[in-house]
């Protein structure tokens, strides 16, 4: 009898090429040539950005199968693994899990500590143990973390799509034959439907990846209807061998986590309520910092050159102001600094210049002759008051985040904020 059977798989690329989603739509085409088919849409699964050992996206897949020959599964992968991993390079670790019936409660919550943490392949393989898995692994194995992880998704609350075209074997390594004017066209139809298509601020196109691997494009949205609809309206000037649309928990900032200044880690990111201390400043380089705090310390934060016009928001805040902010926690030097990716505006100070009053009578400048008064040299009038100018604030309380060039996988762009709900 069929079973519902999770194969979970990672750590399949290397720097230099090789694409976990292309051997996961691999192996989706050699199972249903086996006769079985997925029971659900494939999963994309993005992990820690801050991963240390990430090569790329840092990015997992996991298939929900129908089958009843595991066996004949495992066998499947074994061969997909050894023909398309890039096994030869060193950082190339493929881990596979499979695993029969549901993920258990230990799984799931393994996920989100894999999305929010650090995990070792130690841990990975106990509760892959615990749970009566099987595990495949080559190399080091560090996949089988990002493999189960990927099984233990929790998508119950948010995600999105993403259908990714892969290229024939003969392209790979050359420029990508995609004509951007369809693709500021697509997005023109589709936007906010599909989301992170091009860079209005800096006018390239995102939906094609810069590397030598097997994708072609990828497309996100919110629904696989959109997303399928959306590629039909693309001119791709090159053979695509298939395309695969995956679920995902891109764009729902599942990596962050609401934090004190004085529990950040390194290599976490976090979502910090407090109080604009200093001014923040350009540096070389072009970059943007200014510390916040909290009751209970102070941290860095940076806005660096590629977030682009995001930087000039961050230069118009002032000490007092309150803001959240989000963002990956990197340590440099002695001291943490926070990346930031958005920043939620909350209340600003009011900011005013004090200067001597004009004479009632002449209208010139008054001079001051001590801490409560002025006099008019002109006319000899006083007066004890001063001239209060108050100052317009550049940026208004709300939510600002990054270009789409500068966002992250997981991030939630805030054109889903309104849309993703009821879409």
Request: with cysteine; hydrophobic share 35%.
């Amino acid at each position: 009898m069929e079973k519902r059977v999770w194969i979970g798989i990672d750590d399949t690329d290397s720097r230099r090429g090789g694409c976990t989603t292309y051997v996961g739509a691999v192996l989706i085409r050699r199972i249903e040539d086996a006769g079985y088919g997925l029971d659900g849409y494939p999963r994309l699964i993005r992990l820690n950005p801050n991963c240390p050992y990430k090569t790329r996206g840092n990015a997992a897949v996991a298939l929900p199968v129908r089958a009843d020959k595991i066996e004949l599964l495992e066998d499947l992968v074994f061969k997909v693994i050894e023909e398309y991993a890039d096994l030869d390079i060193e950082g190339t670790d493929p881990g596979v899990i499979i695993l029969v019936g549901e993920p258990s409660e230990e799984i799931r919550k393994y996920y989100w500590h894999v999305v929010r943490d650090l995990s070792t392949i130690e841990e990975a393989e106990k509760i892959a143990l615990n749970n009566e898995t099987r595990l495949l692994r080559w190399n080091k194995g560090r996949g089988v973390i990002g493999a189960l992880a990927a099984i233990g998704a929790d998508l119950t609350m948010e995600k999105t799509y993403e259908l990714i075209a892969h290229r024939k074997k003969e392209y790979w390594g050359t420029v990508r034959l995609v004509d951007p004017k369809s693709v500021w066209l697509m997005n023109e139809k589709t936007y906010p439907l599909t989301f992170d298509n091009v860079d209005e601020e800096t006018g390239e196109i995102r939906i094609t990846p810069h590397t030598p691997c097997p994708v072609l494009l990828g497309i996100r949205g919110v629904t696989p209807s959109i997303v399928e609809e959306a590629y039909k309206m693309l001119r791709i000037y090159e053979p695509v061998e298939f395309y695969t649309i995956f679920e995902t928990n891109q764009g729902t900032d599942a990596h962050l986590q609401p934090m004190k200044i004085a529990d950040v880690r390194e290599n976490i990111s976090v979502i910090i309520d407090g109080i604009v201390k200093t001014k923040p400043r350009f540096t070389m380089g072009g970059h943007v910092f200014f510390t916040l705090e909290d009751e209970t310390g102070e941290i860095t934060c940076a806005a660096y050159e590629p977030t682009k016009s995001f930087r000039h928001v961050i230069v118009e805040l002032e000490p007092g102001d309150r803001i959240t902010v989000y963002g990956a926690v990197k340590r440099k030097t002695q001291a943490f600094t926070l990346n930031l990716e958005k920043i939620h505006v909350k209340s600003l100070v009011e900011l005013s210049i004090v200067r001597q009053p004009r004479c009632p009578v002449c209208r010139k400048r008054m001079e001051k002759i001590n801490e409560q008064g002025y006099v008019c040299k002109a006319c000899k009038t006083l007066s004890s008051s001063q001239e209060v100018i108050m100052i317009r604030r550049k940026i208004s309380p709300g939510i600002y985040e990054v270009p789409a060039s500068a966002r992250r996988h997981l991030s939630k762009p805030l054109a889903l904020s309104s849309n993703y709900q009821h879409c």
